[in-house]
């Protein structure tokens, strides 16, 4: 099978990034690192119990934000091909400024359902903005090769960030109460610096004129036929669903309710999940570290079986062993998260509106997540978590299975394999 991964892939030296990539790669590393730090993440379920809302507010709370973050999906991307990514980003890191204020000014439950409103817009309207963006500047300057690694080193930098930031949160409350939504809409604002100093580039052929809301509908019918009409494209994003959902449930619905089956106390929960990230971020730093004589489709499913196949053998492995399993969990992620970005906008044709389609590859991930969400607390409420790491595993790898051969036959058709190394276009070699 063509498409192995380039000897050195990612191991440019610095000068070989001509200068106008190397600047947008920094604004990019610092505008992800700076957006996506929330502070008050490690704390926000007790901060809202501390302002008098009950666990069942605080909960229907988050279950409105994943439906808003759908819903808000397709129209932020529509938004993003039709007057342009870096606009996109603008808008967004103004969103995500006042929806982090808007606690401190509000610290109800209607103050907390607007903040998280306000966080699902925000980052909707840059999911699939920031990463477009990305890939078509570097590409625009001669630098495409570049964006595997740009992409993991920018989501590197922002867990390292978090590392070094979560744990100064409970020393700051105590100075400040409201410090932790406070820095993250310094952060936010100081994000919005970066996409001001970001160049604007040239009008693509995906970038849509304006037109009236008739349209925009139309577009968007427009962008799902893309979607269905384009095999490559939906094969990729049928593999990417599972590294998003597996890694998604772990890290937020199974990671405490596991180390708790365990016995291991509360109190070393926050260093484990330091670890985890730690791990991520050097995974996500060096893509290219993994499988140089694999292509990028065989990569992430190898990695997707990986991530299963962690959380099978927690099933039946003790309290340290369980720390282990989650930290190559979590490296795997890592290695994987970078290498399907690239894959997905590979996969997406020149002229088609790349936002748009981000944005209904999110919609897809976070629709498979939603269920597969309630299916873990159904487990959880019948304490069965052996069998859901176990099931967990089954259908990955069934999903994976499915993919490959859908690849094979379509080889075995047309002599396409698609495969796509890590660096360049997809292979088109028989």
């Not at 808003?68 to 938004?79: D, H, K, Q, R, S």
């Not at 105590?174 to 580039?201: D, F, K, N, T």
């Not at 484990?272 to 993994?290: G, Y």
Request: hydrophobic fraction near 50%; aromatic fraction near 8%.
């Amino acid at each position: 099978m063509s498409g192995r991964l380039p000897r050195r892939a990612g191991t440019s030296a610095r000068g070989d990034v001509p200068a106008p990539a190397r600047r947008i790669i920094a604004l990019n590393n610092g505008f992800q690192l700076l957006f996506n730090l929330l502070w008050w993440m490690p704390v926000f379920y007790a901060y809202q119990r501390e302002a008098g809302l009950s666990d069942a507010e605080i909960f229907g709370i988050q279950s409105i934000y994943y439906v808003a973050f759908c819903l808000f999906e397709i129209p932020t991307g529509l938004v993003a091909d039709r007057i342009g990514a870096r606009n996109c980003l603008r808008i967004g890191a103004v969103v995500m400024t006042a929806a982090n204020l808007t606690p401190v000014l509000s610290p109800d439950y209607g103050g907390f359902l607007v903040h998280f409103l306000a966080i699902a817009a925000g980052r909707s309207l840059t999911s699939g903005a920031a990463s477009a963006y990305l890939y078509d500047a570097l590409h625009v300057h001669g630098a495409g090769e570049h964006y595997l690694r740009a992409e993991g080193t920018s989501r590197a930098l922002g867990l390292a960030a978090k590392v070094v930031c979560w744990p100064l949160v409970g020393p700051l409350m105590a100075v400040a109460h409201p410090a932790p939504y406070l820095l993250s809409a310094a952060s936010a604002a100081a994000s919005l610096g970066c996409v001001l100093a970001m160049p604007r580039l040239v009008s693509r052929p995906g970038r849509l004129p304006r037109a009236g809301g008739g349209e925009i509908w139309k577009e968007a019918r427009t962008a799902v036929r893309w979607a269905c009409t384009t095999p490559w494209l939906a094969l990729v994003m049928v593999q990417g669903v599972a590294v998003f959902t597996l890694s998604r449930i772990c890290q937020v619905n199974l990671f405490q309710p596991i180390l708790m089956a365990e016995g291991i106390p509360e109190t070393s929960h926050g260093g484990i999940l330091a670890a985890m990230t730690v791990a991520e971020a050097v995974a996500s730093a060096r893509p290219q570290w993994m499988g140089r004589r694999l292509g990028a489709v065989n990569l992430v499913s190898l990695l997707s079986v990986v991530m299963a196949g962690a959380l099978a053998a927690i099933a039946i492995g003790g309290a340290a062993s369980v720390v282990g399993l989650l930290c190559v969990f979590a490296a795997a992620t890592g290695f994987a998260y970078p290498v399907q970005r690239k894959l997905i906008n590979d996969a997406i044709p020149r002229e088609a509106p790349r936002a748009t389609l981000l944005s209904i590859e999110s919609i897809v991930d976070r629709a498979v997540c939603a269920v597969a969400a309630v299916a873990a607390g159904a487990y959880l409420a019948a304490d069965r978590l052996d069998a859901l790491l176990w099931h967990s595993a089954v259908v990955t790898g069934v999903v994976m299975l499915g993919v490959h051969l859908v690849l094979l036959r379509r080889r075995r058709s047309d002599h396409r394999p698609d495969v796509a190394p890590l660096r360049g276009r997809v292979s088109t070699k028989g």
